[in-house]
C-alpha cells in the first residue's frame, strides 16, 4: 500500500508518496499560487498526480490523500476556517481537492500538527503515549499527540503552542499579542536578539565577520556560528535564546507532560548545541520530581520530510 501527503506552505508545495514503512519513495515540489484559493487548489492536485507518475502509480493506488496546511483546519469539515499566510477564509478545501482529485477521500490538518504526527509515525516520536513536537523557524510550530491521536482542542485551533506569553507587555508577535514565546524562541525572534547586539558590538566583532559586514545578512546560525568561535557577546545571545526557550518549553510540559518532546526547524538543528543547556534549565525548573518520569527532550528525526509523512499518514489517525 502506498499514500500520498501534501504539505501545503506559504511558498511551495511538498508531495510525497509513502510506503508502509513510511518512507517516502517519491517526491514532487511546486510553487504554492497564492493569488486565490482555487489556484492553490489546482496546484495540489497538479502536484500530487505528478507524484503519483514519478513513482509509477495512479490515484486507483491510494486510498486517500492527506493535506497538512497552515492556519485553523477544521478535520470535521475539512474546512480551513482561517490562515493568515495564504488565501484562506472558510474556504472548503476537502472539496476542493477532492473534485481536482476524482472524487477521492481528503484528509485535512494543521500543517505543525501534521508534522508532529509524522514524528509520532516514523520519528523521534515513535511509541510515545503522549508526544509533543517543537518546531523553531519562522515562528514556533507545534504539535501535541495523546494515544496516537492529534490533540487540536474543541475548535480545531489547539496547540498554537507559540502564542503563550512568556514575558508580560514584551515584545509584539506577529498574533498581535505581547510577549508571545513564538516572538522570542523562533528564528525570527534569534535574529532579532542577534541584530540588536551587534550594534553595540566592535566592526571587526566575529559577528559582523560572520555576517560580511552586512547586518541583512544574520540568520539563525550566526549567534551559534560566533559562539563557536569563542566570541562571549555570541555566547551571550546563544545563553539569552537558551533561556527564552527553556521557559516556554517548561511550560509545555508542565501542561501536557510529555514522554518525549522533540525540537526541529532551523533553530533546532544546531542539536545538542542547543539541547544540552535546554535540558539543564528544563531538568532544574519542570514540575516533578520522579527522574524516571521526566520527559525526554531529543531533536526531531525527519527534518523537511515530517509533514509530508504525518499528512500522509492521516487516514490511520482517522482510524
Not at 64 to 84: C, M, Q
Request: aromatic letters at 6%; a negative charge.
Amino acid at each position: 500500500m502506498h499514500y500520498l501527503g501534501i504539505d501545503l506552505g506559504g511558498t511551495n508545495i511538498a508531495v510525497g508518496i509513502v510506503d508502509e514503512d513510511c518512507k517516502i519513495v517519491a517526491k514532487v515540489s511546486s510553487s504554492t499560487a497564492t493569488e486565490n484559493a482555487e489556484q492553490v487548489a489546482d496546484a495540489m492536485a497538479a502536484t500530487a498526480r505528478a507524484a503519483l507518475e514519478k513513482a509509477g502509480l495512479t490515484l486507483d493506488d491510494v486510498p486517500w490523500i492527506g493535506v497538512g496546511s497552515p492556519g485553523t483546519v477544521n478535520k470535521a469539515t475539512g474546512i480551513i476556517e482561517y490562515a493568515n499566510n495564504l488565501p484562506f477564509l472558510n474556504t472548503p478545501m476537502q472539496k476542493m481537492l477532492s473534485e481536482r482529485l476524482d472524487g477521492k477521500t481528503v484528509y485535512m490538518e494543521n500543517d505543525a500538527n501534521a508534522a508532529a504526527f509524522g514524528e509520532y509515525m516514523a520519528g523521534a516520536l515513535k511509541g510515545a503515549q503522549v508526544a509533543m513536537a517543537i518546531t523553531l523557524g519562522t515562528g514556533v510550530g507545534g504539535g501535541v499527540i495523546i494515544d496516537g491521536k492529534i490533540f487540536s482542542g474543541s475548535n480545531f485551533a489547539g496547540a498554537e503552542l507559540g502564542h503563550s506569553v512568556i514575558v508580560a507587555d514584551g515584545w509584539p508577535c506577529t498574533c498581535g499579542r505581547l510577549g508571545c514565546w513564538e516572538a522570542y524562541a523562533s528564528a525570527t525572534g534569534l535574529i532579532k536578539r542577534t541584530k540588536q547586539h551587534m550594534e553595540e558590538a566592535p566592526k571587526d566583532s566575529p559577528l559582523w565577520t560572520i555576517a560580511e559586514g552586512d547586518i541583512n545578512k544574520v540568520n539563525g546560525r550566526t549567534a551559534f556560528d560566533a559562539m563557536r568561535q569563542g566570541d562571549p557577546v555570541g555566547q551571550k545571545i546563544v545563553d539569552e535564546y537558551v533561556k527564552y526557550l527553556s521557559v516556554g518549553l517548561i511550560n509545555m510540559i508542565n501542561i501536557f507532560q510529555p514522554n518525549i518532546l522533540c525540537v526541529g526547524g532551523g533553530v533546532g538543528n544546531e542539536g545538542e548545541n542547543l539541547l544540552v543547556p535546554v535540558r539543564a534549565i528544563v531538568d532544574k525548573e519542570q514540575y516533578g520530581h520522579n527522574p524516571d518520569a521526566k520527559t525526554k527532550i531529543c531533536k526531531a528525526q525527519l527534518g523537511n520530510d515530517a509533514g509530508i509523512i504525518g499528512a500522509a499518514m492521516l487516514g490511520k489517525e482517522e482510524g
